[in-house]
């Protein structure tokens, strides 16, 4: 007997953290309704809410944490699952803490209709569509490529809670690619814990990036971030005659001064890094550059701080991603000593993070007068909004319908967003 949609049983999700989270919970989603569950919005009335988390940061464990236990009281006292990385790397504490019903590591999370059927809720459908896309919500859909990372930066946890480097395979990359075509997303964002190291035999990178331009129906490609010393000058390279590639780079540098980068165990020097950017900046001039920075960590004095400062002055970025470092149990680096104080902490992050919007204001400057295309996101009101391939939020003038992708003239800039 079919059930009708208000006896489906329903889910909630929430991500926490990175574009992989987002990719991964695309998967979950999928998993939940090829087995019959009705997806609803997060904090709506609901048999199970699935907090997928983050332990990257002190404060992004935190979030995770509050998030669970604001679930359980949600209408309808839903089921809460707290899932991820965060449930590995402390699961014996979490219960009490969150108050989750059931915690789901790395592995356990991908299993989470059969478990729910063990709490009484409904069994998984006889044959589960797994790698099915979600259904079309937006226009853009994060692919996973690639899982975990070797690389041990003295600061990071990703090795910990998921584990060595691991790439799927070519074929499955690209089926997805396609199915997602095939759910009417225009844009795809290939995501992973460290992308760079895509392998599949002697397949790279960006022999995945050329396959995937090649799926009918997929109009532009972004990468999430990408490690220094793996894949970048072969991507500006790629980059220079493609159609669909955005020309947008996320290159975190992490510290502009050298005795940081290598107490962080970071492969790459300050002058190589500058190095690249100005070879990469020589072949495409108007490439947006994103980049993270890690405010505080054990040894950064002030002469090491304007180091960092003077790196981000220096360079046109148009992202600035600022953090105050956090210690990661079970990592090398929370082994050394504190030596920041907590103030001079906070007020580094707060002047960084000005430099970084005068920056992408002033980077945006560049483009008033240049034909920009955006793939429309949202469209309300008669005003469209999307994002440029440079990664700057555009406003089109005229109507224009969501997944559309316009060209336009930017008149001004708002902040940092192209006015057509």
């Known amino acids: 007997m079919t059930r009708t949609r208000d006896e489906m049983p329903s889910v909630s999700f929430k991500t926490i953290g990175c574009r992989l989270n987002q990719a991964e919970t695309a998967r979950l989603r999928a998993d939940f309704e090829a087995a019959g569950y ?159 190291c895509f392998r599949d035999g002697r397949k790279r990178l960006t022999h995945l990036i050329e396959a995937v331009e090649r799926v009918p129906g997929i109009a532009r490609i972004r990468l999430s971030s990408i490690e220094f010393s793996t894949v970048e000058r072969g991507v500006i390279e790629h980059m220079l005659n493609s159609q669909k590639l955005c020309r947008f780079l996320h290159l975190p540098v992490q510290s502009g001064d050298d005795e940081i980068l290598e107490a962080m165990g970071r492969r790459y020097t300050r002058g190589s890094y500058l190095e690249f950017v100005d070879w990469a900046l020589a072949r495409i001039p108007l490439l947006g550059l994103g980049t993270d920075i890690i405010v505080g960590f054990p040894g950064e004095d002030e002469p090491a701080f304007a180091n960092t400062q003077t790196l981000v002055a220096q360079i046109p970025f148009s992202n600035l991603h600022v953090f105050p470092y956090s210690a990661r149990p079970g990592t090398a680096a929370a082994l050394l000593p504190q030596s920041s104080e907590r103030a001079a902490v906070k007020q580094r992050v707060a002047a960084l993070r000005e430099l970084g919007s005068t920056k992408r204001a002033a980077f945006a400057r560049r483009f008033i007068g240049r034909e920009v295309r955006v793939l429309v996101e949202r469209a309300h009101r008669g005003r469209a909004r999307g994002w440029t391939d440079e990664y700057l939020e555009g406003l089109p003038d005229g109507r224009h319908a969501q997944n559309e992708i316009v060209a336009f003239t930017p008149r001004v800039v708002d902040g940092a967003r192209l006015v057509g």
């Open 38 to 196: 009705r997806v609803v919005a997060f904090g709506a009335a609901c048999d199970v809410c699935v907090v997928h988390g983050c332990t990257v940061t002190r404060n992004a464990e935190r979030d995770s944490i509050r998030t669970a236990r604001r679930a359980k009281r949600a209408p309808g006292k839903p089921l809460v699952v707290l899932a991820g990385c965060v449930v590995e790397r402390a699961a014996p504490e979490l219960r009490a803490e969150s108050q989750a019903d059931l915690l789901a590591g790395q592995a356990a999370k991908f299993e989470l209709v059969g478990l729910l059927a063990e709490h009484g809720l409904p069994p998984p459908a006889p044959e589960p569509a797994r790698g099915r896309p979600p259904r079309f919500v937006t226009t853009r859909a994060a692919l996973k490529v690639q899982d975990g990372c070797d690389f041990r930066c003295s600061y990071c946890i990703v090795p910990l809670t998921r584990g060595k480097a691991t790439s799927r395979s070519f074929r499955a990359v690209l089926e997805e690619a396609r199915a997602l075509a095939d759910a009417g997303y225009r844009e795809l964002v290939l995501t992973g814990a460290n992308i760079g």
